[in-house]
């Protein structure tokens, strides 16, 4: 698609523009959905929250704590592999840069003619190469927050008698609260990857941006709010140990 070529956009189209506006709001209001909503409508990230919330509450009562700890080397394993996949991705999207003739040959032929000048297809590789960085930063973080919340569930009281129960559910909480701030960088990090791979239909056009960015965001929506896991997550309260809600019967199609 063609367009005017305003002197404050670059290289870059009114169309591109839009695109990138849409695409950038999309990716921050995705986000703000998972913690800005009704309260009575939480996120499937808010509702397993609450499950490590309950997990360190009982892992501080446990003796031999190897089972918890096997579990957050889990979560940690999964943050440092998304981290590197994530530096293969950066070097990759490096590399385009020196094959800047050759992507704009090839968006050329897929879009059928879609002028996509030489400074415009490297202003999107250095956007993409931003957006990876991001979701690179986050992981890890993510990983180093993992190791942190290792740390206290280490030294966590509990398992022995005479521990008092004020400072047991207060160092429950401490390694509660770090398990849910590396569980949310993970996530943004997630989060950023799965728009990256959106950014990627930009070489195609900004109307293809639009239409990825919106089934993208879509797509996590649902996830997040209407997925089959959010209602097998789904509790009527989390204090204590409350029984689950009964699920909706009707089966939700993925």
């Not at 190791?147 to 030294?155: I, K, L, P, S, T």
């Amino acid at each position: 698609m063609t367009g005017a070529h305003p002197d404050w956009l670059g290289p870059f189209t009114l169309w591109d523009g839009g695109a990138l506006l849409w695409f950038m709001l999309a990716f921050w209001a995705t986000g703000w959905m998972v913690t800005h909503h009704p309260r009575a409508w939480s996120s499937t990230g808010e509702l397993i929250s609450a499950y490590r919330q309950l997990w360190m509450r009982r892992a501080a009562r446990r003796e031999v704590r190897v089972t918890d700890i096997t579990l957050l080397a889990t979560l940690r394993h999964g943050a440092s592999f998304l981290a590197s996949m994530t530096v293969f991705a950066i070097g990759g999207a490096v590399a385009l840069l020196g094959q800047i003739d050759l992507l704009e040959s090839v968006a050329m032929s897929v879009a059928g003619g879609l002028d996509a000048p030489r400074a415009a297809q490297q202003g999107k590789t250095l956007f993409l190469i931003a957006v990876l960085a991001y979701a690179f930063l986050k992981f890890v973080w993510s990983l180093r927050v993992f190791g942190y919340c290792a740390v206290v569930m280490g030294a966590m009281p509990g398992d022995r008698e005479g521990d008092k129960e004020g400072e047991i559910e207060r160092e429950a909480a401490r390694a509660a609260a770090l398990n849910r701030i590396a569980a949310r960088n993970f996530n943004e990090g997630l989060r950023a990857l799965y728009f990256a791979l959106a950014l990627l239909a930009w070489f195609l056009g900004p109307i293809a941006l639009i239409v990825a960015t919106t089934m993208t965001t879509a797509m996590l929506v649902r996830r997040e709010f209407g997925s089959e896991t959010r209602a097998a997550l789904r509790f009527s309260s989390f204090r204590g140990c409350a029984a689950p809600e009964r699920l909706d019967t009707k089966r939700e199609h993925q």
